[in-house]
């Protein structure tokens, strides 16, 4: 619980408060993709791969660039925490603060997902979600967040005074990198980054601002869907709080597996071009 105020308001507080909220990054200038020309090429795709995420654990894919990568709810309620890498770079990846910052605290059609400083450019395209119907509900909930960081065993022992649990995405996405890529557990966990968390219904409360989670609207058939802008490697771990409703990081939930599938297009989308990376100097004012 948070301590209540000791500072008296100032005689203009309701005045300071009123004051008219200002976008941070206004948008208007930032290219955005032509969705049409994504959606064009749905039509005819092929099935090239498909991965089974196991319940309370995690794997890893590949996307080609100008391929479709989808995650697909296959059982039962169930949320994923997804990160994403430049198949030929690990040092690039999915960067969810500045994809909150130019999309929002929640994804969906038509949002791209950037990766960190360097690069700092649009990785992957959201080009379906049967979610969308969802929006914003009565709490101030969403799907897709971009604002949780994942469970992870060192929060599970702070707020359990000690537990040893392995099974939080943080573990569970560490293991299935280090298996991919051949590294060693400790520098494999290094790469793990703050998530896309799929189907999860999340926001913050209104009287005290706290991150909430509240049981997924995800149904066997759902899927989130997205077009790779550069090579991509995926990592996702089918959280051990199944649907999110009552808690995370134990094994008391109801979890099930999440399905990856991989499409090959047709063709690209009219006009595709891959990426280029972000043109800052690098000089920082020297």
């Known amino acids: ?39 064009a090429v749905r039509e005819n795709l092929e099935l090239v791969d498909r991965v089974t995420v196991p319940a309370r654990d995690a794997a890893c894919w590949s996307v080609p660039a100008g391929h479709f990568c989808r995650i697909l709810c296959s059982e039962g309620s169930q949320v994923g925490d997804l990160n994403l890498f430049n198949a030929h770079n690990l040092s690039e990846r999915l960067y969810t603060g500045k994809t909150r910052a130019l999309n929002g605290t929640h994804v969906g059609l038509g949002d791209q997902l950037f990766s960190n400083m360097p690069y700092l450019r649009p990785i992957a395209t959201i080009t379906h979600d049967t979610l969308d119907w969802y929006g914003f509900d009565e709490f101030g909930g969403s799907v897709h967040d971009v604002i949780g960081t994942r469970c992870d065993p060192y929060t599970h022992n702070l707020l359990s005074h000690g537990g040893q649990y392995h099974h939080c995405c943080h573990s569970n996405l560490t293991r299935a990198f280090a298996r991919q ?67 995370h990081s134990s094994d008391t939930a109801a979890c099930y597996p999440l399905e990856v599938e991989i499409y090959r297009p047709q063709a690209l989308p009219e006009g595709w071009q891959p990426p280029q990376l972000n043109g800052y100097d690098g000089s920082h004012g020297v």
Request: a negative charge; charged letters at 20%; proline letters at 10%.
């Open 181 to 247: 890529t051949g590294k060693p557990l400790a520098e494999a966990a290094d790469h793990i980054h703050d998530v896309l968390n799929v189907f999860m219904c999340t926001g913050f409360t209104r009287d005290t601002g706290q991150y909430f989670m509240k049981a997924s609207p995800v149904r066997p058939g759902d899927y989130l869907e997205f077009f790779a802008e550069i090579d991509l490697l995926g990592c996702m771990s089918a959280c051990p709080g199944g649907d999110c409703s009552s808690e």
């Open 1 to 39: 619980m948070k301590p209540k105020p000791i500072t008296n308001a100032p005689q203009d507080a309701a005045a300071r408060k009123a004051i008219a909220p200002v976008i941070c990054y206004p948008v208007e200038t930032l290219p955005r993709p032509d969705l049409a020309t994504y959606r």
